[in-house]
């Protein structure tokens, strides 16, 4: 099947620092990806919505300058959290819509 | 807004037992509904899916029926395997086939 990638992994970052995630479809073309955020024991909650050579389209109550969203390829978006502070601290999953809609790993970011 | 409510984990079953994770949904419109498996260290995989109402989504031995008149999506299996352990959660669409609205997920633990 379908596989996406998200590195890193993992990520220790200092508060203040920025610190970029990507997340790429690894035999497929992806034109939209998306970006969740899932705290401990809670749903996943769709952050944005990426798409190839456009602007991303944010949620309600997701700020656009703190998460920016890049999606320069048909094979990889990034996600660049901005000025980071204990509370972006979290795991991030992408997804890349091809037949359907395919997850990468996560990425747990921890902002000390 | 979309929800959905899943029933609270960690279901605790011996191998070969009969499960039942619970599933309810509030959406405006006619969604479709989703399961997805999260393995260990690893992204979410669609396991089924049922875009109307009575039908019944399948595979690998996991089934769930889109009960309208109940907003229900119940997931079951006749007999679980150790390999069957892993995050399960219960999803819906109304916005068209990319965005997705996800339960809070429901862990399996599945012993010997």
């Known amino acids: 099947g379908a596989v996406v990638s998200q590195h890193p992994s993992w990520v220790i970052c200092k508060s203040g620092t920025s610190v970029k995630i990507e997340c790429r479809s690894l035999?497929?073309?992806?034109?939209?990806m998306f970006w969740y955020r899932q705290f401990p024991k809670q749903s996943l909650m769709l952050m944005a919505t990426s798409n190839e050579g456009s602007k991303a389209t944010y949620e309600q109550g997701v700020e656009k300058d703190k998460f920016l969203i890049n999606h320069a390829s048909l094979t990889l978006s990034t996600l660049t959290v901005t000025s980071a502070h204990p509370e972006d601290s979290s795991f991030y999953i992408c997804?890349?819509?091809?037949?359907?809609?395919?997850f990468g790993p996560g990425t747990r970011l921890t902002v000390t | 807004g979309d929800s959905v409510t899943q029933m609270e984990g960690p279901v605790t079953l011996s191998e070969e037992a009969f499960l039942t994770i619970n599933c309810t949904y509030t959406?405006?419109?006619?969604?479709?509904l989703f399961w997805y498996v999260q393995y260990p260290g690893e992204g979410l995989q669609l396991l089924l899916k049922a875009t109307k109402a009575d039908d019944k989504g399948s595979n690998k031995g996991f089934e769930a029926t889109y009960r309208k008149e109940t907003t229900s999506f119940h997931l079951e299996k006749g007999s679980v395997q150790v390999s069957d352990s892993a995050v399960y959660f219960c999803?819906?669409?109304?916005?068209?086939?990319?965005?997705?609205?996800f339960g809070k997920g429901t862990m399996l633990l599945v012993s010997p």
């Open positions: 035999d497929f073309q992806a034109t939209t």
């Open positions: 999803a819906l669409n109304t916005r068209g086939y990319s965005t997705l609205t």
């Open positions: 959406a405006t419109g006619y969604p479709s």
């Open positions: 997804s890349a819509r091809g037949y359907e809609q395919y």
